[in-house]
């Protein structure tokens, strides 16, 4: 009977964290470049209350392994600003930040008073030769990164990618970091670059709403064992006290 009310209250510990999740991806779908997050679960063998032991099997707690990033691909929607940038495909744009490299699909970019491309919290985009530096004026960029200002070659956007799975976690501001620092950025291949275009958040809102709705019934459903259970355990108590 124990064991019962254990193995339904942890059952409810993930489904407080598929929520939290769910809840986040949704305040972020207008969030540019935004990749959504979904929680994992494995069972484990309940090695602090050595159940085990008494029931002779393995312990039927869920637990949420950990929190993975989708990294597909969001819809890019035209803005005809010349900084906005999108990657129609495989890659990251890299950015200088003050805590070092990192890396990131949100393209909205714009200039700083040195006519530098910057993230909108001032971080540097990173070309093939360095931070890309402009002059005043006009400038393009080619669908292989190629930067051009007034016909001459300025620099070529620094797209990288990483071997699968991305050694990648969310440093905020739209900014992903390595997980294993010794990793090292290639140079992206398969991908064309927009001008005039940014990539939408990649959380569908349908989908994710259906999700809370599930772990809501799974949650009250879990609340409803419990409840069952403690009365269950309530009358035996009762009824053996009375032997």
Do not use: C, W
């Not at 950990?66 to 906005?84: A, R, Y």
Request: glycine share 10%; no cysteine.
């Amino acid at each position: 009977m124990i064991r019962g009310l254990y193995i339904s209250a942890s059952g409810l510990l993930p489904k407080d964290m598929e929520q939290e999740v769910a809840a986040n991806n949704l305040a972020n779908i207008n969030t540019i470049g935004y990749k959504k997050d979904a929680v994992h679960f494995k069972r484990l063998l309940d090695e602090r209350l050595s159940l085990d032991s008494f029931h002779g099997g393995e312990s039927d707690r869920a637990n949420a392994e950990e929190t993975l990033i989708n990294f597909s691909q969001g819809q890019l929607q035209p803005t005809d600003v010349k900084t906005d940038l999108a990657i129609d495909g495989d890659g990251f744009f890299a950015i200088q930040t003050p805590d070092g490299l990192r890396f990131t699909r949100d393209g909205n970019f714009t200039l700083n008073q040195e006519n530098q491309l910057t993230t909108k919290s001032g971080d540097l985009v990173m070309g093939e030769s360095g931070p890309i530096q402009l002059f005043k004026g006009d400038f393009e960029v080619k669908k292989n990164g190629d930067v051009f200002q007034n016909g001459t070659l300025i620099d070529r956007l620094s797209v990288v990618t990483f071997p699968k799975p991305l050694p990648l976690k969310k440093a905020g501001e739209g900014l992903f970091e390595l997980t294993i620092p010794t990793i090292r950025p290639e140079e992206s291949e398969n991908f064309t670059i927009q001008q005039g275009f940014l990539e939408d958040s990649n959380v569908n809102a349908v989908s994710e709403m259906v999700k809370m709705i599930t772990i809501d019934k799974g949650f009250q459903a879990g609340q409803k064992a419990i409840q069952a259970q403690n009365e269950t355990l309530g009358k035996v108590i009762n009824q053996t006290a009375r032997y």
